[in-house]
Each structure stands twice: as C-alpha cells, then as structure tokens.
C-alpha cells in the first residue's frame, strides 16, 4: 500500500511549450502511481505561469518537468523563479528529457534539485523521491 | 507448386505429425530440457508477448484451419497475402529511400536547390511546432521553436521564397502538415499558381493524417471531430481537382514509438483509415475511387518474425476489408500500398555502430514481408543532430547489401509455407479483425480517440514494454545486457536561432502593415461561413492565402468556429 | 503564516495548505476549520456525476467560462480513484479545464478518494468548507458515478448534475440503478452524436416516471442538451444552476441541507473518533480474543462499550 499512509506524495507533472511526446511523461507517471504517489497532469503546451498556478492550486510536494525540445534552457528557470515568487521555493523542482550536460548547471542554478536525462531508469526516479520525502520530517500523526 | 492429391491427404498427414510430435516432445524433447533448462522462462514475442512455442508443425497449420488458396493464393491477386505484385522484387526492387535530416529552417531552401541540382527529384518539405500547431512564429507560445524542427509557414509569402526552385527538376513535393491541412494546401496551390507550374505533371503528396496525431503523436488544434472534417475536405479537394496527388498517408509506424504492438498497429491504423474513407465516401465518391488513393507508411521492429508476419497480415486485412466492408472490387482498391521502413525505436544511442547490425536484420525482415512501394533506413547513430556522410552511405549500402547479396528478394514470399509464420500470420489477422470488431462497434476510431480507448491502449504499452527492459525481461543490448561500462551518449538537440527567429517575426511584422486588412478580414469572414456552413474550406483558404492573411489567422478562424482541442489526460487506465 | 486569516482573505496558497492538511489527516487542518466555519454556508455546492467518458471534465470547463462570463467566482474539486493496490493516483481532470490556469478567479484541485468509497475523498465535505470560506460563489465537485455505491456526491452538493451521452446502453442500464433518480438536472452531451433522440426519450420518459408522486411545488428535473466540446448548452445548464439555488434558498432548503450536512459531519467525526478511542482503550487483546473464537462478536462488543454506558469514557 502506499508509502506514509495516509500521506502520500503529491507531485505535479508538466509539459511546456510546444513538444508533444507523452512516452516519457506517461511512463514516469504510470511508475509514481505504482509506488504510491498521486500524479496531478497539467496537460500539454502549458506555460510556466499556468504550470506554477496549478503547483499552488495542487499544493504539490514535487514539480516534474518533461522537456524534449530546446525550450529549457528559459521555460524551467522562468518556471523555477515564478514559483520563488509565489513563495512555492519549498517544492521540490526536478526536470526530465532532452536536457544536453552542458545546461545542467544552468538548471541547477536556478532551482532545479536534479535532472532525470532520457534513459533513466524509472526505479531511480521512484528511489530519489522516496529519499526525498524521507527527508521532510514525519508528518503529523493522523487524528485520532 | 502443391499437387491437387496434397490437398486431399492434409487432414490424414496432419494426425500422423501431431501424434508424432507428442512422441517426440514425451520421448525425445522433454528429457533433453530435464538437463538442460531453456534459457528464458517463458518465451514471447516481443511486443504481442505471444507464447512461441518449441516447434511448430503441419498440425499447427491444420488447428489454425489454414488453407492455401483462401489464406494465400498468389501474388498480385487476392486477399495479396504473398503480396501485391505479381512479380514481387524480381522486375522491380522496391524503392530505397532515406531519411536526410534536411529541412531546418531557412536551410530548406538552399538545400533543396543542391539536391535538386545534383538530380534528385522528389522533396520533403517538413514544418516548424509552431506551424504543425497552428500558430504564426510571433505567437507567445511558440518562443524558442520558431524554424527548429522545420520551416517556419507564417504566409504565402514564406513558401514563395522558399519555393524560389528550379522546378522543371521538381517532379515530386511531398509536405508534412496535419492539423491545418487546409491552409497549408492552400499555400501550396497558391505558390505552384504563381510559378506557372502544370500540376498534371508533378505530385504534390500530403500526409494529412490527423487521425493518429489525436491517437499518439499530439500535434492536432480542433476537436476530433472536426480535425476529420477538416481532413476530409483536403481528400476531396484534391481527388476532384488534382487527381494524380497523393491527398492521405496514414502513418501506422507513429504508432510504434507509441509502443503499438502488431494487432493494435494494424487495427487502429485501419479503422483511422476506414474512418476518413467513410467521411470521403459519404461525399458522393465511390470506393473503387478512394481507395486506392490511401497509402500506409510501416515500421518493423527487432521481432524478426512479428515483423514478417505483420507485413503480410496488413495486405491480407486491407483486401478483406474493402472487399467483404466496402464491396470495392478494383484491384488497386483492393491492393494495400505501403512503404516499409525499420524502425528507430528498436536502435540504441549507446554502441551505435551495433545499429547497423540491427538495422540489417529490420531491412531483411521488410524484404521477405514484402517491403512494399519503398523502404527507408533510418541512421544507425540517431545522436548525430545533422546526418554524417558516413552515416548516409551505410543506411544506402544496407539495403543495397540486402536486395544484391542475400538473395532474399529473388523469390516471392519465401517463408510462406512456414508452420510458424503461417501460423503467426494466421494469428495476427484473426485477432486483428476482432479489435477491428471491437473499434467499429464503439463507432469507430473517431469515437475511440474522443474516449480515450487508443491512447489508454496505448499508455498500458508503454509502462508495461519499460518495465520490461528496466526489469530485465527483455535484454537490450548496450542498455541492460553487455553494456559499456562508463559509455555517456547524449542526444544532441537542435538549438534555436535566435537570430532566424527574430527575423521570421520581423518579416511578419512587416507583411501585416503591407496587406489590405478589409481584404483579409473578409477573407477569414469567409472561412469561417465555410467552416460553419460544411463547404469545403481549401477554396476559401485558397482565397485568404493570396490577399496574405496569415497561417495562424486562418487557424484561429477555424478555432473560432471549431473550438480547441483539450483531450483526457493521456495517462489514464493502467 | 497564519492559514486561517490567510482563507478568509481568499489567498490561494492557504487555501491549497488547508486543503491538503484535511486531505492527510493533518490535526493543523482540523484548526483552520474551527476557525474558518462561521464564514461557511453561502457557497453553492454543485456536483457534477455521470459515467466515464460522458464529458464531465469538459462540461465543467464550459460551466467556468458561463460562470466567469456572469462575474462569479468557481472552484472546482476533480475527484479520481486511488488505485487500491498500490494506493497511488493519476488525476488528469485538470486537463481539459487548462483555459482557465491563468483567471485568478478560477480554483481548480484534484482530490484521489484515497480508499474512501462512494466517489469521493474523506476530505471533500471539508474541502468544500475551506472554498466557501475564500469566497467563491460556486464550488464545482467532480466525480465518476455509474451505480448506486456513487451517491455520497449528492448528499453532499446543494444541486446534483448528472452527465449522460446518447446511445449507450450499458451505461444506461446502470444509470437507471440509482444515479438518475437522484440528480436535480439532467444533461445529455454529445448531443451531436447518433441515438441522441432515442437516448432523451428514454430520459425524458424516466424523468417523467419519477416526478409521479412529487407535490406541485417540487422540483422538476430538467433535461438539458449539450455540446461541451464546441460549448454549446452551457448557458441553459448556469440557468438552471441558478434556478435550483433560488428553489432551494426559497424554500428553505439551502439552509436545512447545509443543516444536514454539519450533522452528518459532526456524526462521522463522533463516530470515528469514538470508535478509535475505544480501539485505543480496549486494544489488540480483545480482537485477538474473537478471531481465536473464545470470545463472540456480540460480547465483545459489549465488552467495548461498557466504560461508555458507564460514562467513564472521555
């Protein structure tokens, strides 16, 4: 069953712009709802406003973004500064696909924790969020 | 040639052989294995996941109520199981084409020039996100995309220039654009007026396939229903208006990045073809004319024998589909055109060079299902953004190796006869025409795409086919059996030009202050009566195209009155 | 931060916090509640049911943009199924209503049920608190519904729509179970699709089967057509909407359901707290005591219940 009952991970995924490859997405999502995590889509051609509208909406824990094409390197940075603004900087940012190595540290430095580049086993995924929510302290006891 | 008395004594022969074969599995099979265990526990084809047995026998053929005549008969005549030439590949091969990786942006034009130059006389002309999703390059949505993964088609005016080509070399166009068919149809025509080229004498091919964007590849603008209309009405236009053009491709090798296995390939592709055929048919055409105008473009993917037998099961289904369903009766009605081609979906970024021998065995696989009008190879290294010349020349040499050197193509059909791929070919049909069934008592693959069947399909594919490699049930290798240890291959990605992208908004900016806007206001005002109205919309954008309205205008015209298309969440129903 | 000044004030962060604090149990979600409820009870709760692949997710989208166009701020609550093996989710609902990801009048959140039966999460009624409380006017609940185990939806929204499309007949058999006799308006989408005439007679005929015994100033079910997708019938469905509510706070009834509701609510909340105090106090033995048969259901029970029929329990 799920993974802290009662508390399971929320993470939103999203696809900005004008890439519409789903393989990857569904995939990842099929595999977080396996290990017990609740997947919120947005839908595809989503800009980062809309993206950071609905993490706030969702209160989500996590923030996926799937990107095939070369948007990146200013759709997750935007993305990453909005939800700063909205003071949404506690939600774990991470990004998948097409990303070369040598904007990595862009990334990074905007905000994003880590990048799953295509290939990536989906158990790796599920392990580094688990590590992840490990990490957030446990939650408060269900009422009795 | 089978002797009429073979026929006669199949029952008798086939009783012998099955008793045999338990005699032989009891007493001579299964203590073999006792000592030596099989190495993979059970063992299924790789994207059916049908168990393959031992071996397969005369009885096998039997229990699957083959019969030569009706299952096969001959080439060149129906059901064209053994294929639809009556020659095969001994008069003619199959065409050998190749993916070239051409088409970026403002390269298209100076590219095509040289290749026009050097003889070739066929050209594709691939369309930037922006443009295959109906916006102009200045839209906010579209930033960083604007030329990358293709031309970018904001007006007439944009395919004039790039069209500025030596066309007595041109003998063939053929334009890949699917939701806003219409408009770039439209563009075409316009742009061919104005060269005074004779459209008698050359092809324009457009692939028009909106249907399987909607089911996998996401690139459509309205609602299901009416992309089919909008489709329709390119159909119709063109085989009233030019009828030696190529007005619909249906390409089921989307499908297999989508993870199709075989059956759902051939059943969705189908009943999406059945459903532009209806829309086409319901305006007044008659089968014998339609028919032969559709043309199917098929992968095969490492299954060497999934692969065979789906070639063969597609020609079969297509005859029995418009005989038995449509009461076509012309043979190139009745005759499946198609294109084969390996997949890239099978080939690895790491130890590219293991490619070539995968692709070999792909292109062997096309040859002896029959390749079809044409086989493409894709690039053994898929990480090379541009293609290497080197990269070139081996795709071309392979199928040269393939049709010269093994000799596979020297007879027709070889494997026919084969108690296995009889036997999976046999299969494949069968079990097709049941989803074929099932899809048609929906209503159809329109109904299948607004519910979601296809794409909910589709997913439980995909999770399940990853699972399968990550969790090492199927051995890929360079990806999870005999891989290099420290190996790092990246995808490379093309990378806007800001500069290209700057200029192409300009070059808008500066076409909107030029033009008559009553003019192309009345314009749109009349696409959008065609649209609500059901008259055909490629005159009126025909019209709109040549007073300059743009590409993204004329797509919000028809939003307007079609609405946007906001589907189901694709990830649904493991 | 202070959460509950924060809801009241319509901030869409707290109200997300909230929200999820309810949905996981979260005792701080319990205290935003005591201080938010004296600002409940003004939002119109609608719930939207039907089978899948009726278009409900569509149809709301078309209800945010009638009532946007009319200056009201929706919220929606999109309610997917947890999956019971792995207890994980995929909620795409948010999918089709992405037009309005940018209105700051529109609140869009999705819920999985979480284990709960009856279509929606344990956290719904107290979701549907924390969005009357930021002010919006309209708070739109979605879920799938196809029999009668699917109700819970209409015991908790003041006016239930219930999604239909033409020409299928199993789901219609199993709408004929119980959902149809519950919702206060029909709508029939995909009305461009065949069989819609023969679908609303067979409707229409339902309807009129079920307003038999009905007194002359009870409601009368209507049966809307629409066109989601192309967003066609939207504004027949708000009117009716509207018509409902008036009927309702006209009669009274507005006020006695939300009446029924706090009851319903402060029931479960007694009857689970109760009953996991009583686990607490009586504990693993008395359990273990049943299932090796050397105590009855029935003496066990009593057993349990014995310091509360004394009073000693609190």
Redesign the interface.
């Known amino acids: 069953?799920?993974?802290i009952p009662?508390?399971?991970l929320?993470i939103l995924l999203a696809k900005l712009?004008?890439?519409?490859?789903?393989?990857g997405?569904?995939?990842v999502?099929?595999?977080?709802?396996?290990?017990?995590?609740?997947?919120?889509?947005?839908?595809?051609?989503?800009?980062p406003?809309?993206v950071a509208?609905?993490a706030?909406?969702?209160?989500v824990d996590v923030v996926g973004v799937s990107s095939l094409?070369?948007?990146h390197t200013?759709?997750l940075p935007r993305l990453a500064q909005l939800l700063k603004a909205?003071?949404?900087a506690d939600k774990l940012l991470v990004a998948g696909g097409?990303i070369?190595?040598e904007d990595l540290p862009l990334l990074q430095a905007a905000g994003f924790a880590k990048v799953f580049?295509?290939?990536t086993?989906?158990?790796d995924i599920v392990a580094y969020l688990r590590a992840w929510w490990g990490t957030r302290g446990a939650?408060?006891?269900?009422?009795? | 040639m089978s002797r009429p008395q073979d026929r006669v004594s199949a029952a008798p022969e086939a009783q012998d052989v099955a008793q045999e074969a338990e005699r032989w599995q009891a007493a001579t099979r299964a203590p073999h294995v006792a000592a030596h265990p099989e190495r993979r526990e059970p063992f299924l084809t790789q994207a059916l996941k049908w168990p393959i047995e031992p071996l397969y026998t005369p009885a096998d053929l039997e229990a699957a109520g083959f019969d030569y005549l009706t299952d096969l008969g001959f080439p060149g005549e129906y059901p064209y199981t053994r294929g639809t030439q009556p020659n095969g590949h001994r008069s003619a091969l199959w065409t050998m084409s190749q993916v070239t990786g051409f088409g970026k942006g403002e390269d298209w034009a100076k590219r095509a020039r040289y290749m026009l130059e050097q003889g070739l006389q066929g050209l594709i002309l691939e369309h930037d996100l922006p443009t295959t999703n109906g916006y102009d390059s200045d839209h906010p949505l579209v930033e960083g995309e604007v030329g990358r993964a293709g031309m970018a088609l904001d007006s007439l005016e944009d395919l004039e220039r790039a069209l500025d080509l030596p066309f007595e070399r041109l003998k063939y166009l053929m334009s890949v654009c699917n939701a806003p068919q219409p408009v770039n149809l439209a563009m075409i025509i316009a742009a061919l007026e104005k060269k005074g080229v004779d459209t008698r004498d050359f092809v324009l091919h457009i692939v028009n396939g909106i249907l399987i964007e909607y089911t996998c590849v996401g690139r459509y603008i309205f609602p299901p229903l009416h992309g089919l209309r909008v489709a329709t009405d390119c159909i119709e236009y063109i085989i009233r208006n030019h009828p030696n053009w190529a007005p619909i491709s249906i390409i089921s090798a989307q499908l297999q990045p989508a993870k199709a296995n075989p059956v759902q390939e051939i059943a969705f592709s189908m009943t999406i073809a059945m459903a532009y055929l209806d829309a086409v048919l319901a305006r007044g055409l008659d089968i014998d004319t339609v028919a032969p105008y559709f043309h199917f473009v098929i992968n095969v993917d490492m299954d060497f024998f999934e692969g065979i037998c789906k070639l063969r099961a597609y020609r079969k289904v297509w005859a029995r589909l418009m005989k038995e369903r449509y009461g076509a009766s012309r043979p190139a009605a009745l005759k499946i055109r198609m294109m084969t081609s390996p997949t890239t979906i099978a080939l690895t970024l790491q130890q590219p060079l293991n490619n070539i021998g995968r692709l070999a065995i792909m292109a062997t696989a096309c040859a002896l299902g029959g390749a079809g009008e044409a086989m493409t190879t894709p690039l053994h290294d898929e990480a090379h953004a541009l293609p290497a010349e080197e990269a070139i020349r081996v795709g071309a040499a392979l199928q040269h190796i393939v049709a010269h050197e093994s000799g596979v193509a020297d007879t027709i059909d070889p494997l026919a006869g084969s108690y296995y791929v009889e036997s999976l070919t046999k299969r494949i049909e069968t079990a097709a025409f049941e989803e074929i069934d099932r899809i048609t008592a929906m209503g159809g693959a329109l109904r299948a795409i607004e519910s979601g069947y296809f794409q909910r399909a589709l997913g439980r594919e995909q999770y399940q086919r990853n699972k399968d490699v990550e969790e090492g049930r199927r051995k890929w290798v360079g990806v999870n059996h005999l891989v290099l240890p420290g190996e790092q291959r990246q995808l490379k990605i093309f990378r806007a030009d800001n500069r290209m992208e700057e200029e192409q908004v300009a070059r808008l900016k500066a076409l909107r202050a030029r033009r008559d806007p009553a003019a192309v206001a009345a314009a749109l005002e009349a696409v959008r009566q065609a649209a609500r109205s059901g008259a055909n919309l490629v005159p009126p954008c025909l019209a709109a195209v040549k007073v300059y309205a743009t590409h993204g205008e004329l797509c919000d015209a028809m939003r307007d009155v079609f609405g946007v298309h906001t589907p189901d969440s694709q990830l649904t129903g493991v | 931060m202070d959460i509950a000044a924060e809801v009241l004030a319509g901030r869409v962060a707290a109200g997300a916090r909230a929200i999820r604090w309810l949905d996981d149990g979260d005792l701080r979600g319990r205290e935003v509640l005591r201080a938010i409820f004296p600002a409940t009870g003004r939002a119109h709760v609608v719930g939207i049911t039907g089978p899948p692949g009726a278009g409900k997710s569509t149809l709301v989208d078309m209800l945010i943009t009638e009532e946007r166009r009319r200056g009201r701020r929706v919220a929606v609550l999109a309610i997917d199924p947890t999956s019971p093996f792995t207890g994980g989710a995929i909620l795409g609902d948010r999918v089709r209503m992405s037009r309005h990801a940018l209105d700051a009048g529109v609140f869009i959140r999705s819920l999985a049920t979480r284990g709960a039966h009856g279509g929606l999460s344990r956290s719904t009624y107290d979701a549907t608190l924390v969005l009357d409380a930021m002010g919006y006017e309209l708070v739109i609940v979605e879920t799938v519904g196809v029999g009668q185990e699917e109700l819970d939806i209409v015991r908790l929204a003041h006016s239930t729509i219930i999604v239909a499309v033409p020409g299928s007949g199993d789901e219609m058999q199993a709408m004929k179970a119980g959902l149809l006799e519950a919702g206060e308006i029909l709508v029939l989408n995909k009305a461009d699709r065949e069989g819609c005439e023969a679908t609303c007679r067979h409707l229409e005929l339902l309807l009129h089967l079920r307003e038999g015994g009905d007194g002359a100033g009870a409601w009368r079910t209507p049966l809307l057509r629409a066109v989601a997708a192309r967003g066609e019938g939207g504004d027949a469905i708000v009117a009716a909407l509207d018509a409902h509510r008036a009927y309702l706070q006209g009669s009274g009834e507005f006020e006695r359901q939300c009446a029924r509701r706090c009851e319903a609510q402060f029931l479960a909340l007694a009857r689970a707290g109760v009953l996991a105090q009583l686990q607490v106090r009586a504990g693993a033995a008395l359990l273990e005591e049943v299932r090796a048969r050397r105590l009855d259901p029935y003496s066990a029970a009593e057993r349990l219940l014995a310091p509360l029929r004394a009073g000693a329990c609190g």
Not at chain 1, 29 to 47: N, P, S
Not at chain 1, 56 to 59: N, R
Not at chain 1, 139 to 144: A, C, G, L, R, T
């Open positions: 069953m799920a993974e009662g508390r399971p929320r712009g004008m890439d519409t490859h789903t393989v997405i569904t995939v999502a099929h595999a977080l709802r396996e290990a017990g995590m609740e997947v919120i889509f947005t839908g595809l051609k989503q800009t406003e809309a509208n609905a706030i909406q969702e209160d094409s070369a948007g200013r759709n909205q003071g949404a097409v070369p190595e580049t295509m290939g086993d989906t158990r939650p408060q006891p269900p009422q009795p």
